[in-house]
């Protein structure tokens, strides 16, 4: 934790406060607040923190005569809300996730809540190192504080990109501190030149087009009923259909919500500019848009089987889906068996496989050769090279080529097929020939 | 050694006995003595040497003039229980494995005995230092250390966890140090909450089921007697309600000794907590369940042949066994025949080459691709490439796809059975048709 | 940029001017200009810059109170070319790309001018140390400034090669500096030692195969007419030749243009030696020269087709050439499907899917095995593991192994038609003794 | 060179010379040479350097009036014999190969003659850094100088093992310094103990069996006469017996060779002891004991075809030999090409292309996945990633998988052949049953 102050005050403050050029000139206009020199800070810097309870777990009865307090892991239901140190201010009351319209926030050790015990800094970085030291010196973090987070936002002027940043300290009950980040980027205002306007052409083209098209599926539904469910391609067509409605809705959505953000912000300089949401609003919004896409590009392989070559390949695909699936449960079962063993051999040693989701991540990584042999050998010399020879020669030897030898068989069968239907349908011809 | 001493006497010291806050305040009650700001150390460190005899070893007649001493590896033949240095006290007078309660250790360089010299630290760090002192002014680390350990327990009421951390320094003949660590963290007591009332019932529960489950197999081995065994499902369960059965034994052992350890230190603080043998079990514990859990897995393959596509797979693996043995015979004759020349080719200038069993290790990754190819053009500039061109193009290019052909060319002997069959079921069926 | 005037003050000038040597004695003559000992630098070295005006972009309406400056990429368009600080000299004043005779610079984060405001160093450290000096206080670098080059050419007489070194920072609009370097090693000199005159007997000798080989091809033209080009074999020798004569061009065009620059070089010591355009041309030639190499061997198969082994090895490589473009359309597809969707999921986050293009590499070394599973991991903490498993699954796991089912598949077929064939043959043999 | 210097005066000599026990006191016995407390040094290190004649290289006449002095790669005829600097003592003086016995050494940028100007250290450090400063101050490393060597050799007494160690410095006409090292662990004295003399029991069995073997393979020469030569286990057998005693012995007069050194040093303990020799033979007696056994191991498998699955198997592999050596020649075309496209395309700018040999080895790494992709597109920004893709298109993706077509085909045949020869001995014996 003393490392942590240090680097509040020092890395921190420094980074985001550049008074001076480099020629050793202080920056003339003190509103002019840039990082990089090209970045302009919107509002202030907020740090808040959650805690919890003292008495939030419960100590086991042979060592409850030494040990008087006890922190547990954050939970809403262990969430310290009481003052405390000097008891006045936002940075010792407790204000809640409403007040700070704030979400809560999923961090490596633990979902943290949205709200807590705030100081917002000040724009001048000698008003905000006398904040910080008032801080320390009355213990603000405590052996309860699980999380502590240091939210701002930048804006370029010149690439027209805002940058939401968090940066998080985690405390976990164990001790120790994890230290991360998040950097949000995003172009939450379209420009105002000749390119922009051609993007929003092409925008109302899209949702005309998206409108068609979903009439077009209507009609399709009404004809076919519940035969049309069946069809592979139609289902795709209505999940393309559902997130473009998804994508367009969330874009109007945000455009409202960014206009109110700054809006207060242009108003009130100093300020914390709250991009919480907005930011969350984005990612959601990407990750659609792109499986949207995802699925758009699936579907051209609709129109791809027009010749034989092709129709000879993707019908290799699509007959032995069914092998490959049987064969996937099978090697899924393995699979498991193995990560079960390595989850509970090595465990507790190495972190890559500290839970069983994590052990299976490992394993799959074994697969592709990027792996880490020295430590299992470290986390048990007896059984880990064991472990390792096993799962490579049953696994990687065996296993993996029977995916292999899944399709080589099938095709072997759609080609002599394709061939000898070719036989026929050229006898065919003879023989209508020969009729004629 | 002058590393060690420095190591010991500074981040050592300074990561055992955490004295201030972070405001460098000093913490007010010395009971609370934590590491990490939140994990209790239970009992006082111990630091303990095992040492070998001076002329352990016999110089060879050339040198016999020039050289007077001679210090082996480590063995319990050679061990040195002489008094030294200041003669008196636990650090300079030998004591039993016995006395120390302490089981050997398996080191990187050797297998050292549980007895050694020791001196056990205070809980003040002031004291500590001084004790250090004497040892370092004393020369407590002689030309015949071959190993010294530190050994404390932490627990962390927060988590209920111990913590059992031996830090290892091995002295090998050549000179120089090997550090190494040994981190175990164990789940010993249960919690008093109901999640814990839960856990009590499914294991209780799990009894039973083990009861019930080996009455059924006895009955079945009374009834098919030798023919029992030949099954491989029922060597299985054999081997799944023996390793059940050691798992309950153990959890109940070490039940027991838990509450001996700790009652022993609840009463007398400053002594030395010995977990060894706790933790030892619990190793023994986890490895035993793993397996039988593992085993258990693959348990659930006797019923997965229930429809067309899972049986033809498993035929597949099945029937492709022997010729797999066989060829993985033929692999392992030229994989050894490869680990023996790279042994004797690099084994005296790289560390992973430098025991047949390293090199086999070794060679099994390039497969995988982990090598550092540069290395082994390093350790021989000629055979070095030879050997690893010779090697990719025979084991990688070649015998690894004997694999894949084997089992390639028994799918489709199995598909074409099965899909033939299926004709003469089908077949078989209008005869019947046809008769009736 | 204050990182920057540290680097070009100290390390930059120690690195460029060797005053001494290793006995802390100063080197006698100061015309030695030498660098490790052996390099001698041509001329002086250039430090040269370009700008963008201020005003290059659009501020977003929202900003345009409180963001008066606007500094965009570097392009020719918003190149700044007015002159500023001192007003005078060729630092401050722009030079046309014309007069400094160097061509624009492909960076890391756009193309730059050959054109800008530049500042040759002296031969002496002291009066350079001074010019950087007078250029740092004047603040020569502004927030308009979007890279500087520092040019210089070394030559080492012992081997006789120029190193043609150009290094660059960038100052992209988001704030930062990304430096580079690019580094040109040519034998530009011919010795003039005995083997020297062997090469150049080879090259006549070149010179005069190509030439008669040119008359065959074009005798071949002309006899078969457009027939010719269907021949893959002719449309190789097509372009072997096209590229050996750009090539001899190339070498004769260097030569000629060397003389020119060397001669200006060595009569005034003082200029800055412009090797720009050489050392481009070099570039071209010996990519060049390599395509030409290329094709060349693989003119080597055309000759190959000699026993029944390998005719029948080719064959099959020949005859499934249509399957697999077939399907490698196919695979591209599904490739560009999953490039597309982590481009969108990762992009923001990680800069090797910051492009498409660099989405389609990543994906491809994941192949390879040579991917970051953590950063995907971090970046996006769902879909980034769901993404990595589908994508191992349906790519490497079942589309990879298509390409190796079609060529199976293909060498079967060949070769059980060239056994059959050889059947017939004997048959037929057989039948001509008969009936003799 | 000042950096050379650098090292010389403090790690090395630090290195060298272990003059206090870890509790600062002075180690009593002056005579105890020791380097990391358990390794005496062997007499004294001896310090060599080889040099080259200035204008040992020509100048270009463009450059003949700037550049006066030339000095080319070190090669036997360029070497400079002359005596230099102070002009007297061995370090001034050129000594012969044959006086110094000494063998030339094959660094990383060249191979260096045996002799060469030399200074013996002293065994007490402070002589030895008065040596090296008269050394430095006087210039003892010129222009010239192409190599500098450290060569020392200890012993440890504890586990009876020599080290000769030999730190190279090379000086390249480019300018800069390549270190280099070389470390040769040996086994030179056999103990005196128990087990010592159950190894010189197995080697005279060895040799006894060695010449029975011998004498069965005359035998069967004087037998078969040319016939024999034709078997391939009977060449491996004349292999192998001829290796063998190669190691025989070259084991017997490393033992006379060893006798001769040990018994100067022990006579005269500060001169300088000259393991040269022994060294390079005992390397070359390891590698030819290992390629011996690799044979040996070879010849497993003439036993190995006992039983169906195993002769199916060893008959599958020796059948596709041919084919397999075919495509492996194509394979080699195809590999060469591009490895020669690389080269150039790559060569000047990645030390890993550098020569024809490195890109082959570059190549087949990436093949194996061991590759950095960002060095190749930093090279060149648009070849680079065009090479890598149809690199792997067409070897990865499509050549790799001939091999395995290869493999599968020949397996089928083999398997179909032996089972369809079983079925006719079956027929066949039930005919038998039916005429009997
Ligand atoms: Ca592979």
Redesign the interface.
């Known amino acids: 934790?003393?490392d942590?102050?240090n680097y509040v005050e020092s890395p921190l403050i420094d980074g985001l406060f550049w008074d001076v050029?480099?020629?050793d000139q202080a920056i003339t206009s003190k509103?002019d607040r840039?990082?990089?020199?090209?970045?302009?800070m919107l509002g202030i810097p907020r740090m808040r923190q959650v805690k919890v309870r003292n008495n939030s777990?419960?100590?086991?009865?042979?060592?409850r005569?030494?040990?008087s307090?006890?922190?547990?892991?954050f939970s809403s239901a262990s969430e310290d809300t009481e003052p405390f140190g000097l008891g006045t201010g936002t940075a010792w009351t407790y204000s809640s996730p409403e007040k700070l319209d704030t979400s809560s926030y999923?961090g490596w050790l633990g979902t943290y809540g949205g709200g807590g015990f705030y100081e917002d800094f000040s724009i001048h970085s000698k008003e905000t190192l006398e904040k910080i030291k008032v801080l320390?010196?009355n213990?603000w973090?405590t052996?309860g504080t699980r999380a502590v987070f240091i939210d701002f936002t930048l804006?370029?002027?010149?690439?027209?990109?805002f940058c939401i940043i968090k940066l998080t300290v985690e405390f976990p009950?164990?001790?120790?501190a994890t230290p991360s980040w998040d950097?949000?980027?995003l172009r939450l205002?379209s420009?105002?030149?000749k390119y922009d306007y051609f993007i929003f052409a092409c925008e109302i083209l899209f949702i005309f087009f998206i409108i068609f098209f979903t009439l077009e599926e209507v009609r399709e539904i009404i004809h076919f009923k519940f035969r049309y469910i069946r069809s592979f391609w139609n289902v795709l067509d209505l999940i393309i259909i559902t997130l473009s409605y998804a994508c367009i809705l969330f874009n109007i959505f945000q455009f409202v919500k960014l206009s109110d953000v700054?809006q207060g912000l242009?108003n009130q300089k100093t300020t914390f500019a709250n991009f919480d949401h907005l930011g969350r609003l984005q990612v959601d919004y990407?990750?659609m848009?792109?499986?949207a896409?995802?699925f758009a590009?699936?579907k051209?392989?609709k129109f791809?089987s027009f010749?034989k070559?092709?129709s000879?390949?993707?019908n290799?695909?699509s007959r032995c889906a069914?092998?490959?699936a049987?064969?996937?449960?099978?090697f899924f079962?393995v699979f498991?068996?193995?990560a079960?063993?390595s989850y509970?051999?090595f465990g507790?040693?190495l972190e890559r496989f500290s839970t069983f989701i994590n052990a299976m991540?490992t394993l799959?990584?074994?697969l592709?050769?990027?792996?880490d042999?020295d430590a299992i050998e470290r986390a048990?010399?007896i059984?880990g090279?064991l472990f390792?020879?096993t799962y490579?020669?049953f696994v990687?030897?065996?296993l993996?080529?029977?995916?292999?030898?899944?399709?080589?068989?099938?095709?072997?069968e759609v080609?002599s097929e394709i061939s000898s239907r070719k036989d026929f349908e050229v006898s065919d011809f003879l023989w209508r020939g020969v009729t004629n």
């Open positions: 934790m003393a942590f102050w050029w480099y020629n509103e840039n990082i990089l020199y090209e970045n302009r777990c419960t100590v086991h009865d042979e060592f005569r030494t040990f307090t006890c922190y547990d892991y999923w320390k010196e213990l973090i052996r804006y370029n002027a010149n690439i027209n990109l009950p164990t001790g120790g950097f949000l980027t205002l420009y105002q030149s700054l242009l990407n990750n848009e792109a499986i896409l995802f590009w699936v051209i392989f791809i010749n070559t092709m000879q390949l993707s290799t695909l069914w092998d490959i049987g064969f996937s449960i099978m079962i498991c068996a193995f079960q063993l509970l051999l507790s040693q991540f799959l990584r074994i592709l050769a990027d792996f042999y048990n010399r059984l090279p390792f020879v490579i020669f990687f030897f065996i993996l080529n029977m995916f292999l030898a899944i399709i080589n068989d099938t095709y072997s080609k």
